[in-house]
């Protein structure tokens, strides 16, 4: 049986932060960013509260101001009215999709792009991230929407790996399935999450160091044969 993987998008291959810094310097101004220093992710649109500025707070010129949680719902209202904003991203690795790609072709691996993006205006979140994904040399991929757990989605879809940029979602796939956990980390690796290696849950640096995982799974994994799918079958 192909071994079974799923990707997730925005952080791991798709630079949505990248994007989001472009939308919100038309909206407040060259002088901000998305989030405090240290921070590990941006808050999705349903984490995000509405809180205004410190009017007390001083920031220098030079110094970049963080956007506050009104700042930053209005910001992502904003990229809600974008046509088709999931299909103007860029790669965080360029070449990154196509050689998932190359990879899925030749190894007949089966592979799933997961993600939590909001709808946007245009066509539905799964075909906007469907014709991305082809764009960059992914044909026909398949693409599944979540509005739960990773590790649920994980078990349901039977994956044998999954790749997330964010420790939570690694831990779900860890605690609630029986998936391997790559967490795709760029920062220092002395900023990863206690624990987390105990857990279960393997930071990676790069799609190019994750592909190489793969590949020595693929290496490792029984083929199937048709006496060996019968054997599983009676409980040999």
Same mark, same amino acid.
């Given at each position: 049986?192909?071994?079974?993987?799923?990707?997730?998008?925005?952080?791991?291959?798709?630079?949505?932060?990248?994007?989001?810094?472009?939308? @919100?310097?038309?909206? /407040?101004?060259?002088?901000?960013?998305?989030?405090?220093? #240290? *921070?590990?992710? $941006?808050?999705?649109? &349903?984490?995000?509260?509405?809180?205004?500025?410190?009017?007390?707070?001083?920031?220098?010129?030079?110094?970049?101001?963080?956007?506050?949680?009104?700042?930053?719902?209005?910001?992502?209202?904003?990229?809600?009215?974008?046509?088709?904003?999931?299909?103007?991203?860029?790669?965080?690795?360029?070449?990154?999709?196509?050689?998932?790609?190359?990879?899925?072709?030749?190894?007949?691996?089966?592979?799933?792009?997961?993600?939590?993006?909001?709808?946007?205006?245009?066509?539905?979140?799964?075909?906007?991230?469907?014709?991305?994904? @082809?764009?960059?040399? /992914?044909?026909?991929?398949?693409?599944?929407?979540?509005? #739960? *757990?990773?590790? $649920?989605?994980?078990? &349901?879809?039977?994956?044998?790996?999954?790749?997330?940029?964010?420790?939570?979602?690694?831990?779900?796939?860890?605690?609630?399935?029986?998936?391997?956990?790559?967490?795709?980390?760029?920062?220092?690796?002395?900023?990863?999450?206690?624990?987390?290696?105990?857990?279960?849950?393997?930071?990676?640096?790069?799609?190019?160091?994750?592909?190489?995982?793969?590949?020595?799974?693929?290496?490792?994994?029984?083929?199937?044969?048709?006496?060996?799918?019968?054997?599983?079958?009676?409980?040999?």
């Amino acid at each position: 049986m192909p071994l079974r993987v799923a990707f997730d998008l925005d952080g791991t291959i798709a630079d949505m932060e990248g994007a989001l810094q472009r939308e @919100a310097e038309k909206l /407040f101004g060259p002088n901000v960013q998305l989030r405090p220093a #240290g *921070s590990d992710h $941006l808050e999705p649109p &349903a984490h995000v509260e509405d809180v205004a500025d410190d009017p007390t707070k001083v920031v220098s010129r030079t110094e970049k101001k963080v956007l506050s949680g009104r700042q930053l719902r209005q910001l992502w209202e904003h990229v809600a009215g974008i046509e088709n904003f999931w299909t103007t991203l860029r790669e965080i690795e360029p070449g990154s999709v196509a050689r998932i790609a190359s990879m899925r072709n030749n190894h007949r691996l089966e592979v799933m792009f997961l993600t939590q993006r909001p709808d946007t205006a245009g066509e539905i979140t799964q075909l906007q991230t469907q014709r991305w994904l @082809a764009s960059h040399g /992914f044909e026909l991929p398949s693409v599944f929407v979540l509005r #739960g *757990s990773r590790g $649920l989605a994980a078990t &349901a879809l039977q994956m044998d790996c999954v790749v997330d940029d964010r420790p939570e979602n690694c831990l779900e796939v860890v605690t609630e399935s029986k998936a391997r956990a790559l967490l795709m980390w760029r920062e220092p690796i002395g900023l990863l999450p206690p624990g987390a290696k105990r857990l279960g849950i393997e930071p990676v640096p790069s799609v190019t160091e994750v592909l190489r995982i793969i590949e020595g799974m693929i290496a490792t994994t029984p083929r199937s044969t048709w006496v060996s799918r019968l054997r599983s079958a009676i409980g040999i």
